[in-house]
Each structure stands twice: as structure tokens, then as C-alpha cells.
């Protein structure tokens, strides 16, 4: 990217805000304002970043809204701003604060799609934007039908010639802050895990708990998304060998901390076990919410980071970035290739179709869970056609 390009990338980046009052019609941010606040951190943590990092650090967020808890509309300060306005305090680190993170479009299959189809920023901006129009006229017909009329899913020419591979490619040292997989893994199982009742009204198990715990049992289930998350890792480690990835398990809720939801909690413990191993082998910083909850016990609720665990995270992450990255020596040199197809949002659209169609029913299992496997099946296929109908609706709008 040439000098000037980068400029002005840092400029939108840094004073880009889509807003109506105080309210954000954004799930995501490409943006960071010294509104958001920062964190304490020390002299000595803040110098390692600017002799590490020079004058200029990229920070891109790829995160589902199970990794980041995404509140649609209503404006919300993330770790990931938090990270970028304390670096960027004293004016000495250049931080291009990235922060592409959805309710919708950041499961493992997006991800790849940004990378291999070289989607631009203003490409990725409009489906969050659109998605989070969606969501909330789907949530609050009556107060919000009429935000059609703003063209949310309009691309930002300003934003559409920058592309993520490329400026992924051509950074030094970017940090990732990636955290997927955890929604494909709850779409397989269940999108309610977090309120799962295990009785139904008669007092009997109820068929959405019998089908969530014989799918959590399965490790085969777990496999699957890690596997997912693996080839995540190699189309980031293909843009930018020296990408660094960061990113954090899955919380356990304290109202699933209670004997009767032991399966449960098994469940999201092999997958964060499963995880960390995954992070080992490609020198990922894996930062567990026991972490961060042993330093910021009100860290987490039932809706995910609380504000005080965004700040605590934000300082966690900064504090082990340097060291991890500088201590951890690769015991063998890994190289991979990106396949990329560079058809942007249009080969996007074409993908999901054939994901769409590579979508499986289970065969029938009503002995286990009288049928409701079909039920998670159509959801499944519901989603993914909502999402194919928004693309389309961006793509529409940016011609």
C-alpha cells in the first residue's frame, strides 16, 4: 500500500462513525475515537509495543458474536478499540484499528470468503451493516421498519479500494483478533446452549435437551468446526506469515455452573481444550476466560463480556502479545498457500450457494430426539438463505 493510501486509510479508520444520536446502526466499527476510552497499562508495555511495531500497527477483528458479544445497534466499546485508542494515546504508534466483527458474517466459512474472494473493506462494512438492520427490524418491527431508507447495505466508495488480504499482505506485523467457530459449533448443537432447559412443562426431559447433549457428546461435532478454525489459521498465515493471531475460548456461564448442566459444561471444556492445542501448533495466543476471570471476576454475564471484561482483556492481550510473539520460536517452518479466486462479493454469493447445497439433513433419530434434528436442519438452511438474499441485497445496492 503506498504512503499516501495509507494515510488516508488511517484517516477513515480513525474518524469513520455510522450514527443516528447515540445510537450505532452498526453491529461492527471500522473506527476508533478517543470517545471509547483506554486502559492502564504500564511505561514498560507501551514502549514494547512502539520498538516492536515501529510507527504503524494493523489490527484486524475477525469475530463471531459468540468471540465478541456484538449488541446490533446500541454503541458498545470492545476490547478491540480499547487496544487501539491505548496504543494510539500518546500519538507515537500509528494504529489502524480494524474492527470487522458480526452477529451474522464472521463464521468460519465468511472468513475464508473474505481472504480467498479478496473482498474490499466497504464490501465486508455493508454486510455487517445490513445484517444489523436485519436483525433489529427482525426484532423490533414496529420502531425500526424504517430503516430502509438509509441505504445501509450501500458500499462506502471510500472504503471499497481497500481490500483485507491486500492490506493484511502488505502489513508488517498485523495482529489478528480472531475468534470463530463457536457459532458454527452452537448452530450444530443448539443456538440457545446458554438457556437450555433440560425438563419441558410435563417435568420430563425435554427433546431439545436429549438432541443438545447427544450432539455436545459427540466429539466428532467438535472436530469438525476445529478442523474449520485450522484452515482459518492457514488462509491468515498465507496472506502474512508474520500475522499475529489472538484469541479466546468459549465462557461458561454461571448459570450453566450447577450439577444439572455438567454435560454442558464438559462440552464447551473440550472444546476449549481442543482449541488450545489447535493454538499451540500455529503459535496462536489463546487467552481463556478462567484467565481473565481470575483477574476481573465480574469479567462475564450471561450476555458475555461485561464492561469491565472488555477493559481486562484489552490490558490481558496487550500485556502477553509482545512476550508470546517474541518468546515463542517456531520449531519448524510452516508455508501456505492461499488459493485465492479474487471475485469479490459476486464470488462470494456463488460460494454460498454451493455451501448451501452442501448442507446435509441427518437421517431421522426419533428415538433420541423425536425429529428435532430436522428442525436445527431447516435453521441451518433458514440462515444461510437470509444470508444469500442479504448479499444479493448488497450487490444490488452497489451497482
Excluded at 131 to 138: G, K, N, V
Aim: aromatic share 8%; with cysteine.
Amino acid at each position: 500500500m503506498k504512503n499516501k493510501d495509507k494515510d488516508t486509510f488511517f484517516f477513515l479508520t480513525t474518524t469513520m462513525a455510522i450514527s443516528l444520536a447515540t445510537i450505532s446502526l452498526t453491529g461492527f466499527a471500522i473506527s476508533k475515537t478517543t470517545s471509547v476510552g483506554k486502559v492502564n497499562i504500564t511505561k514498560e508495555c507501551l514502549a514494547s509495543f512502539q520498538t516492536q511495531y515501529q510507527d504503524e500497527l494493523t489490527i484486524v477483528t475477525l469475530n463471531d458474536e459468540r468471540g465478541l458479544n456484538t449488541n446490533g445497534i446500541f454503541t458498545t466499546t470492545s476490547y478491540p478499540d480499547y487496544i487501539a485508542n491505548t496504543l494510539n494515546a500518546d500519538g507515537k504508534l500509528k494504529v489502524n484499528n480494524v474492527n470487522l466483527s458480526s452477529r451474522r458474517f464472521n463464521d468460519t466459512t465468511y472468513i475464508d470468503q473474505y481472504l480467498l474472494q479478496n473482498l474490499t473493506i466497504g464490501e465486508i462494512v455493508a454486510l455487517n451493516k445490513v445484517a444489523s438492520e436485519q436483525d433489529w427490524i427482525e426484532d423490533y418491527p414496529s420502531i425500526l421498519k424504517g430503516l430502509s431508507h438509509l441505504e445501509l447495505a450501500k458500499i462506502d466508495k471510500t472504503l471499497e479500494k481497500y481490500h483485507l488480504t491486500e492490506l493484511l499482505a502488505t502489513s508488517s506485523q498485523p495482529i489478528i483478533l480472531y475468534n470463530s467457530g463457536q457459532n458454527d459449533w452452537f448452530s450444530n448443537i443448539y443456538h440457545g446452549l446458554y438457556d437450555l432447559e433440560q425438563y419441558d412443562s410435563n417435568g420430563n426431559l425435554s427433546m431439545k435437551y436429549m438432541y443438545t447433549v447427544n450432539k455436545i457428546i459427540d466429539i466428532e461435532e467438535i472436530n469438525q468446526v476445529i478442523a474449520k478454525i485450522e484452515n482459518n489459521f492457514k488462509n491468515i498465515l498465507a496472506t502474512n506469515a508474520n500475522s499475529q493471531i489472538v484469541t479466546t475460548s468459549i465462557f461458561v456461564p454461571r448459570n450453566l455452573k450447577s450439577l444439572q448442566n455438567e454435560i454442558l459444561i464438559d462440552g464447551i471444556n473440550q472444546y476449549n481444550e481442543k482449541l488450545k492445542e489447535l493454538c499451540k501448533k500455529y503459535q496462536v495466543l489463546c487467552i481463556t476466560m478462567e484467565e481473565l476471570e481470575d483477574v476481573c471476576p465480574y469479567a462475564i454475564d450471561k450476555g458475555g463480556l461485561t464492561s469491565d471484561g472488555h477493559k481486562a482483556l484489552a490490558k490481558m492481550i496487550m500485556e502477553r502479545v509482545g512476550n508470546h510473539f517474541v518468546s515463542d520460536q517456531k520449531d519448524e517452518e510452516k508455508e501456505f498457500n492461499l488459493a485465492i479466486e479474487n471475485n469479490g462479493l459476486s464470488g462470494t454469493l456463488e460460494n454460498m450457494k454451493i455451501y448451501l447445497a452442501s448442507l446435509k439433513e441427518e437421517p431421522l433419530r426419533n428415538d433420541i430426539d423425536g425429529g428435532y434434528s430436522n428442525k436445527v436442519y431447516q435453521e441451518q438452511v433458514d440462515d444461510v438463505l437470509e444470508e444469500i438474499s442479504l448479499i444479493k441485497k448488497v450487490l444490488q445496492k452497489s451497482r
